[in-house]
Structures are given as structure tokens and as C-alpha cells.
């Protein structure tokens, strides 16, 4: 297997029905023996490193990496039946009504989960140089300043944006999901915590469990591989519930809002979950 160049990009990767210990090599990068399948899901959330992503095969293979950009992490998987990302994809280019599948999401999640869908930003605000600038063009082209939590993600936004802009191919691909619809569509219940709490990480991990057995040792390994500066916990958690969506809700996930609407650019303006797989004693 082909290891990371460097030590804090490392890949961790595992079957389900035999887990292998962890291997460090000379490089300082962490592997696990691999399972694999030909159908395969993935999901993806932002981290301090770029992108970390997971990986679940249909032969019950599972394989979680880090990628330094989103370039970088479709031509590994440009051929996975879908990739589900925590990132807004696509963006009003002016005007004051927002994305709807934000408004729906918020409605969906409720108090005090609602927080957690930011405003998307207008394109051309992606591509400024500092965050007065980004709020500027934002309030030009929408009525509204930036948040620093918008901020702070607009980079990834830009990344995909440019990605899907640029390949057709991608496109029919990668599709945006929000963390807390896909625990809410599990669950039957948006989630009580905040996940930067305790409570809140072991709610979620709970809910995993009970659709993805796996879970807890997917962690273990995932929290022994990276740094929790590199990594945290809520975005394992996250690229996981992403991962899991896909791979059950397969070819029937369903759209937020149900008539996605297009940007500009032709790209959809939607968010997906699969609303087939609830359990709700966890």
C-alpha cells in the first residue's frame, strides 16, 4: 500500500469482519489492512489538514484518509458511487432570498441545532481577499454580512465550487449533505447536544452504532491515526454519518428541499439524507 509523503496526511484503513493493529512506518504514516469493494460511498467534512474523508465499501470495507485539498480526494475516488460533502454547493450570485434548501434545513432541525446551517455566501464572495472585503461583497450582492463562521469555511467553499464548475463528471457525483439532517433522518429526532461537547459526541456515536456497528472501532483508529488538532472527533463523526448516508440510502436519498432548486451556474442547490433507515431506540 502506498503511504503518505507526509506524516500528517495519513490513511487508516480496516475490514469489519477482522480489524488489523495499526502499523506506523518509517514515514510516520498509520495504515490498517484494507478491505475494499467495488461500490463504494464516501463522505467528506473540512478539518484543520484540508478534507477527512471515509470510505465505506459494500464487502463492509471501510478506509478514512485526510486530503489536503478536494482535487486531491476526487481523483482518489472519482469513481465511488457518491461522495457526500459537508460543504454549501451551489451559490446565489445576488439577491436576498437564501438558498432554500438552508431555510427548510433550519425549519427541519429546530431549536437550538437550527445555528448550525450558516447562510451560504454569494459567489463572487467567495473569491475575496479578507474577511471585510467577503462581507462587503456579500452585503452588495445579498443584504447580508458574512458571519466569521462562514468565513472560515469559504476557502472549501471556493474548492468545490471551482471543482464542480470545472467537471462535469464530479458533478453527478458529489452531492452536499448537512451532518445534523442525516443524525436528524437516523435518529428521528434532531440531536439534543452540541457535538463540540462530550454528551453531544457520544449522542451522535450512539446513533451511528445502531446503523453502523463498526462505528467505535473506526474511531479508535481514526483518533490514533491524527492528531486532534488535525482531526477532531465531530469530523470523523460527520464524514462518517455522510459515508452512511450514501451507502443506505444508495440510489433513493432524498433532496431538501424535494424540487432542488439550480444556480446560475446549473449546479443544485439541495441537501440529501436518507429518510429509510431511522432507529430510534439507540
Not at 484494507?34 to 463504494?40: C, I
Not at 457518491?82 to 427548510?104: A, M, N, Q, S, T
Not at 463540540?196 to 490514533?224: C, D
Request: include cysteine.
Amino acid at each position: 500500500m502506498r503511504k503518505a509523503k507526509h506524516p500528517s496526511l495519513r490513511k487508516v484503513t480496516a475490514t469489519l469482519e477482522r480489524e488489523a493493529p495499526l502499523v506506523e512506518g518509517d514515514n510516520g504514516a498509520a495504515t490498517i489492512v484494507v478491505g475494499g469493494g467495488r461500490m463504494r460511498y464516501v463522505g467528506a467534512d473540512g478539518c484543520k489538514l484540508g478534507w477527512f474523508a471515509v470510505m465505506l465499501a459494500a464487502d463492509g470495507g471501510w478506509e478514512a484518509e485526510v486530503f489536503p485539498d478536494v482535487s486531491s480526494l476526487w481523483r482518489k475516488y472519482s469513481s465511488a458511487s457518491v461522495i457526500l460533502i459537508d460543504i454549501p454547493i451551489g451559490l446565489r450570485e445576488r439577491g436576498h432570498e437564501e438558498r432554500k434548501c438552508d431555510r427548510k434545513a433550519r425549519e427541519l432541525l429546530g431549536p437550538p441545532r437550527a445555528s448550525s446551517v450558516f447562510p451560504a455566501p454569494s459567489r463572487s464572495a467567495i473569491h475575496a481577499r479578507s474577511y471585510r472585503e467577503a462581507g462587503d461583497i456579500n452585503e452588495r450582492m445579498t443584504g447580508r454580512r458574512l458571519s466569521l463562521q462562514t468565513w472560515s469555511i469559504i476557502p472549501k467553499i471556493r474548492e468545490v465550487d471551482e471543482l464542480l464548475l470545472s467537471d462535469k463528471a464530479a458533478r453527478l457525483r458529489v452531492r452536499e449533505i448537512h451532518p445534523e439532517i442525516c443524525f436528524r433522518a437516523f435518529a428521528g429526532h434532531s440531536m439534543k447536544h452540541s457535538k463540540k461537547r462530550a454528551e453531544g459526541r457520544l449522542e451522535r456515536t450512539r446513533v451511528l452504532q445502531s446503523i453502523y456497528p463498526a462505528t467505535p472501532g473506526m474511531l479508535e483508529h481514526a483518533r490514533s491515526a491524527y492528531r486532534r488538532k488535525e482531526v477532531a472527533t465531530d469530523d470523523i463523526l460527520d464524514a462518517l454519518v455522510a459515508a452512511a448516508t450514501g451507502m443506505l440510502g444508495g440510489q433513493r436519498l432524498v433532496s431538501i428541499p424535494e424540487a432542488p432548486e439550480f444556480d446560475s451556474r446549473g449546479l443544485r442547490m439541495e441537501m440529501v439524507y436518507d429518510p429509510y433507515h431511522t432507529v430510534r431506540d439507540y
